[in-house]
């Protein structure tokens, strides 16, 4: 099993930023990437971004690219979230996940591990 525990949410001003972080614990050398989804209520879960476990490749949604940044450091367990220019259209609670499937995936169904999430809301 792999854990997973977000924290770094909040409310911030349109245009604000915010780093979300989500920290993994468990059996993490069974990860091939960690992803972040987001929901808003009465809508699916949507892709946000993923990164591979080992660093270097990244994914991101058409909807954040050039706003948000994903990283994450293989010896810390942990991966970022970086958001800048946030817009009100961002808010939803953001959720971490991991899975072990060899490659990248945007469905929540591929994802095998989940944390509780962290609730983001931009205002105007």
């Known amino acids: 099993q792999v854990q997973l525990v977000e924290s770094g949410g909040g409310l911030v001003q349109a245009g604000g930023s915010l780093r979300l972080s989500c920290v993994a614990s468990?059996?993490?050398?069974?990860?091939?990437?960690m992803g972040w989804f987001r929901q808003v209520p009465g809508k699916e879960r949507e892709f946000v971004a993923a990164?591979?476990?080992?660093?270097?490749?990244?994914y991101y949604a058409d909807t954040v690219k050039g706003r948000f940044t994903i990283s994450g450091v293989n010896a810390k367990s942990t991966v970022y979230l970086q958001m800048n220019s946030l817009k009100v259209e961002d808010t939803a609670v953001y959720s971490c996940?991991?899975?072990?499937?060899?490659?990248?995936?945007?469905?929540?169904?591929?994802?095998?591990?989940w944390g509780q999430g962290t609730q983001v809301t931009v205002s105007s």
């Open positions: 996940a991991a899975t072990r499937r060899s490659y990248f995936s945007t469905s929540a169904s591929d994802y095998d591990y």
């Open positions: 468990g059996r993490t050398f069974s990860v091939y990437a």
């Open positions: 990164i591979k476990w080992s660093g270097g490749s990244t």
